[in-house]
């Protein structure tokens, strides 16, 4: 026993060693070399296992990689092969002369179902060693079981459908209930007979399988039903209530009761048939099926979307034929399991595989005698594995790669795209593919989708091309190169410039035969020039074009298409071409609206002086609408270009500008300035003062030139604006000579301008004033008035000016009130005299006091600013009682005083060190000047460091806003308090 398991185990181990190494798939077709050599391997290939059994083997099941053998001595040997080391015999009930008949192994490989050729039926769990009789079934030949799909309870098989030898079918449930003294009355639930397909004649049941479609209702499941007998195959299709009680499918078989079922028969039975279903491996439904019977294999596709009609779920289906040699032995296949693509028949010699897309034999595999005749065949439909048998052999085969030639067979039926959905991993095989759906769509002319296919394709792009530039139109060129195009990699850039100025050749020669015919205003036009818009659009495209602008610009102007040369330039970027074009045709606004669509300021400075001639106001819009964008000094040469005889509202458009940037954008460009103050003086003169008048009287903030804003206005005769600007400048007597020619009221404003210090210059312009009035007005009355507005003027000052045919009644008050000012002038100097003579007495009075003032200094006193003893060395002693050493004082003076007077102290402090050398060394000798000299310069420095105490004066009070730390020391200390 234990040689099948390690036999088992070891193709187990081999299976996934060589699973895990993915082949290398070298492509074949055009460009590539065959180099593979995993295609020498076949898709099946057979394993004998070296196991004997003690017995004959009669029967084999297999599923979810649990294997069931029956031996003729009616003993069961089930395996687990996940665990070969776990075995298990199992005795069925010995009666005289009864053999196991069949043997059913649900998908989970959790049930068996043992009929027996007695009538007698059993059910084995997995979980159980011992089979338990199903009482209801006894006197039934099963010949046949439906599982359900969608258990996947261990302990109950859910709602089975059977099919015995007599042609009834059965519902039952099967439950293991793990208790003995229940076997009796709990194995089987129940057992309803719900069809009889032998109606007119005893016939077996042969296959039969059930399976879930999809539903919408929320109250009943739909379930399709597929029967045989030898020679006939059943379809039943119907709902089953959510809620129905068992039965599950009494309700679907009852509309059949009638005779109406939908069934097709086959002639040439031979007495059996066989009825497979594949379900792929992960998937949820059924894919296809097979039914062996008599004149062949009968193949098709169970498609549950309803498409096959009401009653039907199969389609696609087709007779197969069974493989026959002109020299062979007319033998009926005993067995049959399915695959994805192939069928497998079981003859009682020798094993055939029949491809089901092609139905050709593939595989042919002959048994030598001496492993016996063959029994049976059976695959795990989990798994996947097939196994073969025969009284004292089992044998395993392995399919390997079953589609590898899939691709081809649909290739050879035309059917691309499943041929592509096969072959999608090999490159060489895909390429075969496009290639002749290629040729086949272009042989029935249908010539776009085959120039998409050859696009796909590896072949020639120089023979592809010609192929399709012979034909009439050209979509069928252009879409190839622009599908070979969209697959060239970004660093292709020799290609990709050669396909892309190929293809605006294309669109353009379509755009100029079509605009040749007439047809320029036609929707197809319209739609080939967006479609070449687009296409120029394109990043990569767009990328190309851009490196190469110079080509495309003489292939659209060599085609005369102007329209699609501005769009060039502006997909380019080109604004200036486009501005250009526009301005060539007179057309203004185009050309403003493309400069508004850019960024370049430099193409705004360079177009807008002929834009300001034709249409200022859109223009002056548009840098209004740019703000700080725009350099405002930039756009002169374009304001300066209007002619106010001709266009006067340029000018006042230029205004506009001007006033914006200086209002809004707070311009202080001269240029600007300067230039509005011209407008301004030429335009509208009665704006002006309100601009200069706006710009203030300080000089230095005042953005215009003085100079030129004087001759400007002198040019233009506006004198109220030469006065103001000779007043700005300082020329206070031009201004008010100037004045004097419009109004004295302006003279006498610009007399009062000069400071108030000059009393000199304010003087002499209230003269000029008064002279102007006195002899060109001869205003004497009014002269006078001026004594009252100028308190700088005296009667004497304007007399000279009079006549002297004039009387002294036109200046008596004023000569009265002058001499009572002189009087009351004197009065006023007579008691300040007197203030002084006082204040000088009291003076001498403290002076006299302070010499007779003295202070007590004893031996224990300290410095104020060392806190040494005071007298160490040479100290002051203030009022305040405040003592100082007296380099510690002008050490603490120095840094408050002004640097003149810094240096003069360092100078003194020399100049009496000198002194006291000079002392030391002449003792003794009589020296009067000397000694003056010494008293006078140390008076002059006690008078800079010691006029008064520097913690009780006012160098304390002004050192109130110094720092207590230097800016060197701060760090040091704050380190100090860390």
């Known amino acids: ?491 292709d850039k020799t290609q990709i410039t050669m396909l892309v100025t190929w293809l605006i050749e294309i669109f353009l020669n379509q755009l100029g035969e079509m605009k040749e015919q007439g047809q320029d205003e036609s929707d197809e036009y319209r739609k080939v020039q967006e479609e070449f818009r687009m296409f120029l659009a394109q990043p990569k495209n767009k990328e190309c074009v851009s490196n190469n602008r110079g080509v495309v610009y003489d292939l659209i102007a060599s085609h005369g298409d102007v329209e699609d040369m501005v769009f060039f330039a502006v997909l380019m970027r080109d604004f200036e071409k486009v501005i250009t074009h526009h301005i060539q045709h007179d057309n203004y606004k185009g050309a403003l609206g493309q400069l508004s669509k850019q960024t370049d300021t430099e193409l705004v400075y360079k177009f807008s002086p002929l834009l300001m001639q034709y249409i200022p106001k859109e223009t002056v819009s548009l840098w209004i609408s740019l703000r700080d964008n725009l350099e405002p000094i930039k756009l002169i040469p374009a304001l300066v270009q209007y002619d106010h005889n001709k266009n006067r509202e340029q000018g006042n458009e230029a205004i506009k500008y001007l006033e914006f940037c200086i209002e809004q954008l707070d311009n202080k460009d001269q240029a600007i300035h300067n230039y509005l103050l011209s407008l301004y003086a030429k335009l509208k003169p009665d704006q002006l003062m309100t601009y200069l008048n706006i710009q203030g009287t300080d000089e230095d903030t005042i953005c215009y030139d003085l100079k030129y804003a004087l001759r400007l206005c002198a040019e233009h005769g506006h004198k109220k604006a030469c006065v103001h600007i000779y007043s700005l400048m300082g020329l206070y007597e031009e201004a008010v000579d100037l004045a004097l020619q419009v109004d004295v009221e302006l003279a006498k404003q610009q007399a009062d301008k000069p400071d108030e210090d000059d009393n000199d210059l304010r003087k002499k312009l209230w003269l000029r004033i008064a002279r102007h009035v006195v002899e060109e007005e001869k205003d004497v009355k009014r002269a006078m008035e001026f004594l009252h507005d100028c308190e700088l003027l005296k009667i004497e000052d ?50 006299q006091s302070f010499r007779n003032k003295y202070a007590f200094v004893s031996a224990t006193d300290k410095c104020a600013a060392c806190n040494f003893p005071l007298m160490a060395r040479s100290f002051y002693l203030f009022p305040c009682h405040h003592k100082f050493h007296s380099d510690c004082l002008i050490g603490e003076v120095l840094p408050n005083l002004t640097s003149k007077k810094r240096q003069r102290v360092e100078e003194l402090q020399r100049k009496v060190a000198e002194n006291e050398d000079s002392r030391a060394l002449s003792v003794g000798v009589r020296g009067d000047n000397s000694t003056d000299k010494s008293k006078d310069t140390k008076a002059e420095l006690d008078d800079l460091v010691a006029s008064e105490c520097i913690y009780c004066g006012d160098l304390m009070v002004r050192s109130i806003d110094q720092p207590f730390l230097d800016e060197g020391d701060e760090d040091l200390v704050l380190s100090g308090w860390l």
Not at 23 to 44: E, K, M, N, S, W
Not at 345 to 359: A, I, Q, S, Y
Not at 809 to 838: G, P, R
């Open 1 to 491: 026993m234990a040689s099948i398991l390690d036999q088992y185990e070891e193709e187990s181990a081999r299976a996934t060693s060589i699973s895990s190494v993915t082949p290398i798939q070298v492509p074949i077709g055009p460009g590539y070399i065959d180099a593979r050599t995993d295609l020498d391997t076949p898709i099946f290939s057979k394993k004998k296992i070296n196991f004997k059994p003690s017995d004959p083997l009669t029967h084999v099941v297999v599923s979810s990689n649990f294997l069931v053998m029956a031996m003729s001595n009616n003993l069961l040997l089930r395996l687990d092969l996940e665990h070969p080391d776990q075995q298990e015999e199992i005795e069925l009930p010995k009666a005289s002369e009864d053999k196991v008949y069949r043997l059913f192994l649900d998908p989970t490989g959790k049930h068996l179902i043992i009929c027996m050729e007695s009538t007698e039926n059993l059910y084995l769990s997995r979980n159980s060693r011992k089979p338990r009789s199903i009482g209801k079934l006894k006197g039934h030949l099963v010949n046949a079981v439906a599982w359900n799909l969608q258990n996947t309870n261990e302990n109950t098989t859910g709602a089975i459908l059977l099919g015995t030898s007599r042609g009834l079918i059965f519902e039952t449930e099967l439950t293991d209930s793990g208790d003995s003294r229940f076997f009796q009355g709990s194995l089987d639930q129940y057992l309803k007979q719900l069809f009889n397909l032998a109606k007119d004649k005893i016939v077996p049941i042969t296959g039969l399988e059930f399976d879930r479609m999809p539903s919408d209702s929320m109250t009943e499941y739909k379930y399709y039903i597929l029967a045989t007998t030898p020679g006939r195959l059943y379809q039943f299709v119907g709902n089953v209530s959510k809620s129905t009680d068992p039965p599950l499918f009494q309700q679907l078989f009852m509309q059949y009761e009638s005779g109406a079922e939908q069934f097709l028969e086959l002639p040439g039975e031979f007495g059996y048939s066989e009825l497979t279903m594949y379900r792929p491996r992960h998937a949820k439904c059924v894919k296809s099926f097979a039914w062996m019977t008599g004149p062949g294999v009968y193949h098709g596709e169970i498609d549950v979307s309803g498409t096959a009609g009401p009653q039907s779920v199969t389609v696609n289906t087709k007779l197969i034929r069974y493989p026959r040699d002109g020299d062979e032995k007319s033998q009926n296949p005993l067995s049959m399991v399915m695959t994805e693509f192939h069928v497998l028949l079981l003859f009682p010699d020798r094993l055939k595989v029949m491809c089901v897309l092609n139905e050709q034999l593939i595989y042919e595999d002959v048994f030598p005698d001496r492993f016996g005749r063959l029994l049976g065949l059976c695959s795990d439909p989990v798994k996947g594995t097939i196994w073969a048998f025969t009284g004292q052999s089992i044998f395993k085969y392995k399919v390997t790669r079953e589609a590898r030639d899939v691709w081809q067979m649909y290739l050879d039926k035309n059917e691309f795209e499943l041929a592509k959905e096969y072959c999608r991993d090999n490159v060489a095989q895909l390429d075969r593919v496009l290639t002749k759906q290629a040729e086949y769509l272009f042989e029935k002319g249908e010539y776009q989708e085959s120039a998409m296919m050859y696009a796909q394709t590896q072949n020639s792009f120089e023979e592809i091309a010609l192929k399709f530039i012979k034909l009439d139109g050209k979509d069928a060129l252009k879409s190839f190169i622009q599908k070979k195009l969209s697959a060239l990699r970004p660093q």
């Open 798 to 847: 304007i007399l000279p000016f009079f006549p002297d045919f004039v009387t002294i009644d036109h200046f008596k008050d004023a000569i009265v009130t002058s001499l009572q000012e002189y009087n009351h002038h004197i009065e006023q100097l007579k008691e300040e005299m007197d203030d002084a003579t006082k204040s000088a007495e009291e003076i001498r009075k403290e002076i």
